[in-house]
């Protein structure tokens, strides 16, 4: 009898018990970069045999009561309108595209983050779009010498000249339409702000 490389309901499981674990560890708020695709990893899929395509999708909707999601894009991409291979549309489109998504099966999606923003016309283009229907959009912009000089980047000329994202629930999920969106830079810059505020975050 063949058995499966990975169980997918014991992942499901374990991964959403160990979120809410150290949610209570970090004071009641935790930013968690989700890498890979939430809706098709069908790479992970192929190399762990038993791998759901949807597995890491449907660990969140157990902790739907207390995720709330950002969506972060790099202006750069915008710019290049660079377009994600395996579906056929560019990144700007997946944004819009993977709100619906977790809407359609109730996951709250707080806002959009633009990355590495310069006032590039295209994205402010893309940034009236959002507005338009009602979606809080905030700016990222590039730090000089990250990611090495650390005290410029926990300064006011670093990660302090950024937006602060408000979000309301414990569990931010910060996801991208692809790699190189700034998920990880978005983290850190949270925990910059809520730290200022006085908010216990990790």
């Known amino acids: 009898m063949n058995r499966p490389g990975f169980d997918s309901q014991k992942y499901i499981q374990l991964q959403s018990e160990n979120i809410r674990k150290r949610i209570a560890q970090f004071g009641g708020k935790l930013y968690l970069e989700f890498g890979g695709k939430l809706f098709d990893d069908y790479h992970a899929s192929r190399v762990l045999p038993g791998f759901e395509p949807d597995s890491k999708l449907r660990m969140l909707m157990k902790l739907s009561d207390r995720v709330e999601i950002v969506i972060v894009i ?3 991409d915008i710019v290049k309108n660079k377009m ?3 579906i056929g549309i560019s990144y700007d489109e997946d944004v819009l595209r993977l709100k619906e998504a977790f809407e359609n099966l109730g996951l709250y999606v707080g806002s959009v983050c633009l990355t590495h923003y310069v006032n590039q016309p295209s994205v402010n283009s ?5 507005k338009k229907r009602g979606i809080k959009v905030y700016q990222h912009y590039v730090i000089e010498g990250y990611p090495h000089s650390v005290d410029t980047i926990i300064s006011e000329k670093g990660f302090g000249k950024n937006d602060y994202i408000e979000t309301t629930r414990p569990l931010v999920v910060i996801t991208a339409p692809g790699p190189g969106s700034g998920k990880m830079a978005t983290c850190l810059s949270q925990l910059y702000h809520e730290n200022k505020r006085g908010i216990k975050a990790g």
């Open 74 to 76: 790099n202006a750069n």
């Open 84 to 86: 994600r291979s395996d």
């Open 126 to 130: 893309f940034k009236s779009k959002l």
